[in-house]
């Protein structure tokens, strides 16, 4: 039986937003999760829904926060 995955839903990014945003600290949604088993405390592999195009995809991110994220599959920006 495989095991259920929880997917954080994205919210678009404004435009005002999207200008400000620094894209070297923009996390970015892959298509497979990673290989490592251990994850460190602060940032974790999320799976993660772009609000654009419906991708569902995984993303190396701060759970507790909202992180700035460019889905890899349409270009789009979003807040996970």
């Known amino acids: 039986m495989?095991?259920?995955?929880n997917v954080r839903v994205g919210r678009e990014i404004s435009e005002a937003?999207?200008?400000?945003?620094d894209r070297?600290?923009?996390a970015v949604l892959h298509?497979?999760?990673p290989d490592s088993k251990v994850e460190g405390q602060?940032?974790?592999?999320?799976a993660v829904q772009c609000p654009h195009c419906g991708a569902i995809g995984y993303a190396w991110i701060d759970p507790e926060l909202y992180n700035s994220v460019y889905c890899s599959w349409c270009g789009g920006y979003?807040?996970?």
């Open 24 to 26: 070297n600290k923009m």
């Open 31 to 33: 298509p497979l999760p």
């Open 2 to 5: 495989a095991s259920e995955v």
């Open 17 to 21: 937003d999207r200008k400000s945003i």
């Open 42 to 46: 602060a940032f974790q592999h999320l």
């Open 78 to 80: 979003f807040w996970a």
